[in-house]
């Protein structure tokens, strides 16, 4: 069975047991799940639910490893470059993004 979901904008492909890396959002410091209700495609390799735009009652459990706040994890660093030509200007901006780390385990439809 598997689902996608969005969140932070972004379309994720989940399965029970997959881990991945979300938008951070506020939650809970003592919080051990997160439910994700934005669900537009369910599958369990018979039925398939697609969702206008999203499923209705339908969601996504995910857990963190230890705590909310130890589940906070910094992806990797960028280095944006704005440069305009033919005026000497050039400038080198760092950016490093903070991802939730959380492991999905169960998906309900």
Known sequence: ???????GGKQYKVAEGDSLNIELTEVE???KTIELDKVLFVSDGKKVKIGTPYI????VIA???????DAVVK????YP?????RKNS???IGHRQKYLEVIID???A
Request: no cysteine; glycine share 2%; proline share 0%.
């Open 1 to 7: 069975m598997y689902a996608i979901i969005e969140q």
């Open 29 to 31: 410091s003592d919080a």
């Open 56 to 59: 209705e009652k339908a969601k």
């Open 63 to 69: 857990s963190f490893k230890t705590t909310a706040q």
């Open 75 to 78: 992806g990797k660093k960028l």
């Open 81 to 85: 470059t704005h440069y305009r030509r």
């Open 90 to 92: 050039m400038r080198r």
């Open 106 to 108: 169960k998906i309900k």
